[in-house]
């Protein structure tokens, strides 16, 4: 999968798109970024997940991911506190919040110029992606910024190890509802917060991250309006 290659973390989530952070920020001038960021979802050929009606808060848009010959490969969907760098000011610990990550299942196949192949999607992917999502919006609080570029490298490769050998020891078993069917996925935790992947139908892996919101007792349901994420506002009760 060519928008999981080892890059930085904050840019794992957004592969060739070019709506910036959280929500679309970033956007070109006279453009809102919201509308912006909301129609890289439009484009996509695969339905959106996110959390399911159980949950009230707040929900936003995060990016998508593109390949090479311009298809959505992947994308985020934000609930609660959307996340930021704040651990310096101690703020991270009053963050709650769940990403949902939807990664289109794709086989391996040439890239558009014919010189080589892209990766087939998998569950790996979809956990790479939440692994990677979890690490750009963690700030250790004691941190001082010269070393967190080699934290950062560090964290990054134990995330793409653990992504790679899903039946190693770092990872348990959690049954959550996908669409109200009961779903396996893989589950670990860390001091930073939580990830999960599994798969999920309509041809797609889910993958999630968050912290400050327990992972247990979560659903997943297909998104019925991917557009009132992008407008931000808590759904009534």
Same mark, same amino acid.
């Given at each position: 999968?060519?928008?999981?290659?080892?890059?930085?973390?904050?840019?794992?989530?957004?592969?060739?798109?070019?709506?910036?952070?959280?929500?679309?920020?970033?956007?070109?001038?006279?453009?809102?970024?919201?509308?912006?960021?909301?129609?890289?979802?439009?484009?996509?050929?695969?339905?959106?997940?996110?959390?399911?009606?159980?949950?009230?808060?707040?929900?936003?848009?995060?990016?998508?991911?593109?390949?090479?010959?311009?298809?959505?490969?992947?994308?985020?969907?934000?609930?609660?506190?959307?996340?930021?760098?704040?651990?310096?000011?101690?703020?991270?610990?009053?963050?709650?919040?769940?990403?949902?990550?939807?990664? #289109?299942?794709?086989?391996?196949?040439?890239?558009?110029?014919?010189?080589?192949?892209?990766? %087939?999607?998998?569950?790996?992917?979809? %956990?790479?992606?939440?692994?990677?999502?979890?690490?750009?919006?963690?700030?250790?609080?004691?941190?001082?910024?010269?070393?967190?570029?080699?934290?950062?490298?560090?964290?990054?490769?134990?995330?793409?190890?653990?992504?790679?050998?899903?039946?190693?020891?770092?990872?348990?078993?959690?049954?959550?509802?996908?669409?109200?069917?009961?779903?396996?996925?893989?589950?670990?935790?860390?001091?930073?917060?939580?990830?999960?992947?599994?798969?999920?139908?309509?041809?797609?892996?889910?993958? %999630?991250?968050?912290?400050?919101?327990?992972?247990?007792?979560?659903?997943? #349901?297909?998104?019925?309006?991917?557009?009132?994420? #992008?407008?931000?506002?808590?759904?009534?009760?």
């Amino acid at each position: 999968m060519e928008t999981t290659s080892r890059a930085e973390p904050q840019d794992a989530m957004g592969g060739g798109d070019e709506t910036g952070g959280p929500g679309g920020h970033g956007a070109a001038q006279g453009v809102p970024g919201a509308r912006r960021a909301v129609e890289g979802y439009l484009m996509a050929q695969f339905p959106w997940y996110g959390l399911d009606e159980a949950f009230t808060g707040p929900r936003w848009l995060m990016q998508v991911g593109m390949a090479a010959d311009g298809a959505v490969e992947h994308g985020s969907t934000g609930h609660g506190d959307e996340p930021s760098l704040r651990g310096e000011l101690g703020g991270e610990a009053d963050q709650r919040f769940t990403v949902v990550v939807t990664v #289109a299942s794709r086989p391996g196949r040439r890239s558009p110029d014919g010189n080589g192949m892209l990766e %087939a999607t998998s569950v790996s992917s979809a %956990a790479w992606l939440a692994g990677s999502g979890l690490l750009s919006c963690t700030w250790p609080a004691q941190m001082e910024r010269a070393l967190r570029q080699d934290w950062l490298e560090q964290q990054t490769a134990i995330a793409w190890e653990l992504a790679d050998d899903l039946d190693g020891g770092g990872w348990s078993t959690l049954s959550l509802p996908v669409d109200g069917v009961p779903t396996d996925f893989l589950y670990r935790e860390s001091e930073y917060g939580w990830v999960l992947a599994g798969a999920a139908p309509h041809g797609v892996h889910i993958g %999630a991250y968050g912290r400050g919101m327990s992972a247990y007792g979560l659903g997943f #349901a297909v998104v019925k309006d991917i557009e009132g994420y #992008a407008e931000r506002t808590t759904p009534a009760t």
